[in-house]
């Protein structure tokens, strides 16, 4: 098992950022890919970022490119997600996942994770 917990949401204006944390506990953390997935309201979770085990791989939905980093810190056992130049339109509640692979194509989005935890509230205003 695997215990996660987000933090770091809140309010933000239009342009503003925000440092997503994810601590994780219960289990080898460097074994884990991570993923910070969201989802607003009236629409599916989607993933925004997945970084390998060890931190060597990481991928991008189209809509963050450029402007979200995900990273992790395995002696922290924690993962990040660096949000910049925030939209009205990344509003949402933010999950982090962990799935325990070293495989990285395991590790893409559209497959699936086997830890979640609760969620951290992002809500950016225009």
């Known amino acids: 098992q695997v215990q996660l917990v987000e933090s770091g949401g809140g309010l933000v204006q239009a342009g503003g950022s925000l440092r997503l944390s994810c601590a994780a506990s219960?289990?080898?953390?460097?074994?884990?890919?991570m993923g910070w997935f969201r989802q607003a309201p009236g629409k599916e979770r989607e993933c925004v970022a997945v970084?390998?085990?060890?931190?060597?791989?990481?991928y991008y939905d189209d809509s963050v490119k450029g402007r979200f980093t995900i990273s992790r810190d395995n002696a922290k056992n924690t993962v990040y997600l660096q949000m910049n130049s925030l939209q009205a339109e990344d509003t949402a509640i933010y999950y982090c996942?962990?799935?325990?692979?070293?495989?990285?194509?395991?590790?893409?989005?559209?497959?699936?994770?086997?830890?979640w935890g609760q969620g951290t509230q992002v809500t950016v205003s225009s």
């Open positions: 219960g289990r080898t953390f460097s074994g884990y890919a």
């Open positions: 996942a962990a799935k325990y692979t070293s495989i990285w194509k395991a590790a893409q989005c559209g497959y699936e994770y086997d830890y």
């Open positions: 970084v390998s085990w060890s931190g060597g791989s990481t």
